[in-house]
């Protein structure tokens, strides 16, 4: 069983001199619906009269007929088209228009499937001409009845039986023959409303069309060829539907408000009833056909690949266009031939030299002449980048031990590493103190860390600090555990990396302190970790604001006789960083005996931007540390468990990474 498609455009070849103007004929098929759409036959011609398309039809028919063996043309489709239509009966039905209507009539009286050729006209179509058969008869109609009788037409498409069809047509006339006042109109449109709920209009009437205009009007001036007397008349579907407006016209009252509306029905649906089978879905039935109806999309479709996606330019002679469409249509028959005929994968050895010259990398000879129009810059533009020292691996192996669970060794000691890099205030301190165990000790892992020996490095500082702690030491387990529960080992003893500066008066006019300056060091530790503050001035401030407004204060410095009985208010406060605070990181948590105070002294250590920070992260119920670093103007991200420096983006401050961030200068 073949389904066939059959329609005609314009607007590909150009005009030829003397001429008609040329338009290609296709008939396309559609397979299956997974399949593309493909041709079976093309033709280009300025002859567009009935004969012309009747012999190639012919051909048509004859090639399938002999090359197809049992191969059937089941259903023609085809657009509203006195020359299409009545060349495609003649050649694949042998009849023409008056003897298919009559045919029609004998087969509706059958139950039987019917075993013949269908020819049907494209629902599409059809719903945009009688849309141009409204406006044009009857302008003044208004919207909403036009609406409504476009919703009419489709229901008749979708019919299937002439009994079905007949009652839907009584209850059209009745809606545009009676006042909507009485009950038959009620009721008419009640029933006409229950067969219309799901039916879109703009579904079977959006339509990609192809045509160019000038292609539509010359098809299209056949249209009136329809409506002569001698196919209207003899046709058994006018008297069929011609009784049913008899019987209804006589039961109805005739109102003045009624006039332009009884055009409707006896201009325009009168103009389409006697080709009735042509365009429902009665026929599409008795040929045993799923659907009601069906569109000419296919072979619109295939206009469309012509003209957008042919490598021909556009209005082209015929003869570069045939050779184009020929190279279409073979490669869309090989998409649907190539899964059958795929041969399988050969077996053969792959040759081994062949394939690494295929994989060798393409090397250009330099060129032994200058240019004379062009000639290359003798120093490259090209700015080169900071280069990122190389940083700490997460865990590894040194001496047999593997390493595990090391994130604030790695952090610590990336940041120490960087520090006696890029700043050399930090590094002459170290270097001038030689003879400290600390120095000598970082000396000897960054020496370790340059050379990448990542593993070593942290051994040997574990060795460090297990020499470093007293044996009753309750850290001595956790140290030697690799640090264990980083939350007890490490916060616990970075609680006071800032310092508050707080200065205070008394209300007391007399008082000998009236005005007195506050140092302090903060220790908000576990207040971090809770709430979420936008700066470290806020958290510092909202912390110190229960020492702020005590009742009394009393300084514990001052001889007793110049105490005062005066309340101090805290009139300005300022969060300032710790000194050296990259070293005092270390300072309680690891050298609890070496007093780093008497090994660092150079006051240029206090840096003026902050430039190292240590950032706490809860992963897993479990505390992580990474690590950022600002280079230049740009921060850089650092995780060991990445294993490399990261690109900080520019909308991410580096202390909003989690709750609990502690600054390093």
């Not at 493909?38 to 004969?51: E, F, K, L, N, R």
Request: hydrophobic share 35%; glycine share 4%; charged share 25%.
């Amino acid at each position: 069983m073949l389904d066939i498609y059959i329609d005609s455009t314009g607007g590909i070849i150009p005009k030829i001199a003397n001429q008609k103007r040329p338009f290609l004929y296709s008939i396309v098929t559609k397979p299956d619906a997974s399949l593309p759409e493909v041709s079976v036959a093309d033709m280009i011609t300025t002859q567009h009269h009935i004969p012309k398309l009747e012999y190639f039809f012919n051909l048509v028919k004859r090639e399938v007929t002999m090359k197809g063996g049992l191969l059937r043309i089941r259903k023609v489709e085809t657009d509203f088209s006195l020359a299409l239509l009545q060349s495609s009966l003649r050649a694949f039905s042998d009849m023409n228009i008056k003897k298919y209507l009559n045919y029609c009539a004998e087969v509706m009286n059958k139950t039987e499937l019917v075993d013949s050729t269908v020819h049907h006209l494209c629902c599409a179509h059809m719903i945009k001409d009688f849309s141009r058969c409204v406006k044009r008869f009857v302008p003044e109609l208004k919207k909403s009845d036009r609406q409504l009788a476009l919703q009419c037409f489709a229901l008749l498409q979708n019919c299937t039986e002439i009994t079905e069809a007949k009652k839907i047509y009584h209850d059209i006339c009745v809606v545009f023959f009676s006042s909507p006042s009485t009950e038959t109109y009620s009721q008419s449109v009640n029933s006409l409303t229950k067969l219309a709920e799901g039916l879109s209009i703009e579904d079977v009437s959006e339509d990609d069309d192809y045509e160019d205009d000038v292609t539509e009007s010359i098809l299209k001036a056949d249209y009136e060829s329809l409506d002569k007397k001698t196919i209207k008349e003899s046709s058994p579907f006018t008297i069929v539907f011609s009784k049913v407006v008899e019987v209804v016209d006589a039961k109805t009252i005739k109102s003045p408000e009624c006039v332009m509306k009884r055009d409707v029905v006896f201009k325009c649906f009168e103009k389409f009833m006697y080709i009735f089978p042509l365009w429902s879905g009665v026929m599409l039935k008795k040929c045993g056909f799923p659907q009601t109806r069906d569109s000419n999309s296919p072979a619109e479709v295939w206009f469309k690949v012509l003209k957008n996606d042919i490598s021909v330019p556009q209005r082209s002679r015929p003869g570069k266009f045939v050779i184009g469409i020929k190279q279409l249509i073979d490669a869309r028959f090989k998409e649907l031939l190539y899964p059958k005929c795929r041969q399988p994968k050969s077996k053969r050895k792959k040759n081994n030299d062949q394939q690494k010259l295929i994989l060798e990398e393409e090397k250009w000879q330099r060129k032994k002449t200058k240019s004379r129009k062009y000639q290359p810059p003798t120093k490259s533009t090209k700015q080169k980048g900071k280069v990122l020292p190389s940083v700490m691996k997460w865990g590894g192996k040194s001496v047999g031990v593997f390493l595990s669970n090391t994130c604030t060794i790695d952090n610590g000691l990336t940041i120490l590493h960087i520090a006696f890099k890029e700043n050399v205030n930090f590094n002459e301190a170290i270097q001038n103190e030689k003879d400290s165990i600390l120095s000598r000790e970082l000396l000897t892992i960054f020496k370790l860390m340059d050379d990448t020996h990542y593993s070593d490095a942290k051994k040997t500082w574990i060795n460090f600090i297990k020499s470093n702690t007293s044996d009753d030491d309750p850290k001595k387990k956790t140290v030697a555990n690799l640090f264990g529960d980083e939350f007890d080992f490490f916060i616990s003893h970075l609680e006071k990396p800032w310092v508050w500066d707080g200065v205070s008066t008394c209300s007391n006019a007399t008082c000998s302190h009236q005005r007195q300056l506050h140092k302090r060091d903060s220790d908000f530790g576990h207040v971090v970790m809770e709430r979420n503050f936008q700066s470290i001035q806020d958290l510092m401030d909202t912390w110190m604001l229960s020492y702020a407004n005590c009742d009394k204060y009393i300084d514990e410095d001052a001889d007793s006789d110049d105490r005062c009985n005066g309340k101090r208010t805290i009139v300005r406060t300022i969060t300032t960083y710790s000194p050296i605070a990259v070293v005092r990181l270390y300072e309680h948590a690891l050298l609890g005996r070496i007093k780093l105070e008497d090994v660092l002294k150079t006051p240029n250590l206090q840096l003026q931007k902050q430039k190292y920070y240590l950032a706490g992260v809860t992963m897993f119920k479990v505390n992580h540390y990474c690590a950022v670093v600002l280079f230049g103007s740009e921060f850089w991200w650092y995780d060991g468990l990445v294993g490399k420096l990261q690109g900080l983006p520019r909308n991410i401050d580096p202390w909003f990474l989690s709750h609990a961030i502690y600054c390093v200068t």
